[in-house]
């Protein structure tokens, strides 16, 4: 899942047009269906341990971050074009690993980070934590 430029990659995709179809009712279903399937054509299952899944994961994680190391905080806002199609392939490479992971593990992600996003809500209460980028222990 590496975004090394290859011979046979496909060109980047094209931003969608007006007519385009409407999204899938359930984009991470369909992401993981086609995963699964795409693993079991090449028989990778064997390999999909939710271990090796969750450090193939901090792997890209660690090359979506290189293009912004020791950028400005200003230039990270406006990246050229060939760097953020980079950043682009190395973020879908993150989704794949983590919807995959979740798969192995039968894990709802959308519950899940909908569950997380209540914690934080709680965590950080608006009045507290406005403006403010403390942990919740210290607010």
Do not use: C
Not at 37 to 47: G, K, L, N, S, Y
Not at 107 to 135: E, F, H, Q, T
């Amino acid at each position: 899942m590496s975004t090394d430029a290859r011979p046979n990659d496909p060109p980047p995709a094209a931003a969608p047009s007006a007519t385009a179809t409407a999204a899938p009712a359930d984009p991470l279903a369909e992401l993981r269906d086609a995963l699964r399937t795409f693993a079991a054509e090449r028989d990778w299952e064997r390999f999909h341990a939710p271990k090796n899944l969750a450090a193939a994961l901090v792997v890209e994680a660690g090359e979506l971050l290189e293009p912004f190391q020791w950028l400005p905080d200003e230039r990270s806002h406006a990246l050229p074009l060939d760097v953020l199609e980079a950043v682009r392939m190395e973020m879908a490479d993150v989704l794949l690993y983590l919807v995959r992971l979740a798969d192995r593990l039968d894990v709802d992600l959308a519950d899940a980070a909908r569950r997380k996003m209540a914690i934080n809500a709680m965590r950080y209460p608006v009045d507290k934590a406005r403006g403010r980028s403390d942990k919740h222990d210290r607010l």
